[in-house]
């Protein structure tokens, strides 16, 4: 974890041994929720990290209400086109919360990973460039969108199942944050009285629907690398130099 007083769920994903015993680097790859409240000091803490590339997921919508961008990196926006917003979410809280979970997973498999192959072909491409190194991927809460890209990342570098969806948990830290996102985006539906009980399972990072995610591309494509190699066009030579730029031996 990065912290920051303005920021959400800003973290470095360095650190995590693979299972043929390399580790990714630190100071490589970051993610992020919201940049809209960074403060001064925020600005200099990630000043330092020298980020040169930003791949932004967020909806066109998103990205013009707030743009966020910094001068010094290279900006690509790969909105990823998935029916995950609080209000929808919401709304099926409200007339049936047993479909949130049927729900989340839909957005995550049907519609993330189903019609944005591509925004995972770029990502890779770039990522594979040490030009374009360190690189900060991130959307609003840097938890669905986000999580579901660097999820993949770290299985496609060889980072066990296990590590990955610990590491995907970690968003929960920020739970409240999430929280007051929500609380902002009810807006009018505030006067159905949603108790922060019942808005609980839309705001935490479930494992579980990572790991059905997971079993869904399996059964689908085949497998994570099948997926990325088939139909996300992430050629055998782009892995061989993400995992160059990514991954070092541990002494």
């Not at 000043?47 to 930003?54: A, D, G, K, S, V």
Request: net charge negative; hydrophobic share 45%; glycine share 6%.
């Amino acid at each position: 974890m990065i912290a920051l007083e303005g920021g959400v769920n800003f973290r470095d994903i360095g650190g995590y041994v693979t299972q043929d015993g390399r580790r990714i680097r630190w100071g490589k790859i970051y993610r992020s929720g919201s940049l809209a409240q960074l403060t001064p000091r925020d600005y200099d803490i990630i000043n330092q990290l020298e980020i040169r590339l930003i791949c932004d997921l967020r909806s066109h919508q998103e990205f013009r209400a707030a743009p966020e961008m910094f001068s010094d990196a290279l900006y690509e926006h790969l909105p990823v086109e998935a029916e995950d917003s609080v209000i929808a979410r919401l709304y099926a809280l409200f007339f049936d919360q047993r479909r949130l979970t049927d729900l989340l997973i839909r957005a995550y498999t049907k519609l993330m990973i189903d019609k944005n192959a591509h925004v995972f072909g770029l990502i890779y491409l770039k990522l594979a460039d040490p030009e374009y190194l360190p690189a900060l991927i991130r959307c609003t809460a840097g938890k669905d969108r986000t999580g579901i890209v660097i999820a993949f990342l770290l299985l496609s570098l060889g980072v066990s199942e296990e590590t990955v969806l610990a590491d995907y948990s970690l968003s929960n830290l920020y739970y409240e944050n999430f929280k007051a996102f929500a609380r902002q985006a009810l807006g009018p539906l505030g006067i159905f009285g949603f108790s922060d009980e019942s808005l609980q399972p839309l705001l935490v990072a479930d494992p579980e629907i990572l790991r059905q995610t997971f079993a869904y591309v399996c059964t689908k494509y085949g497998s994570i690398d099948a997926y990325l190699r088939d139909h996300a066009g992430v050629s055998a030579q782009t892995m061989a130099a993400l995992k160059e730029n990514l991954l070092e031996t541990v002494t």
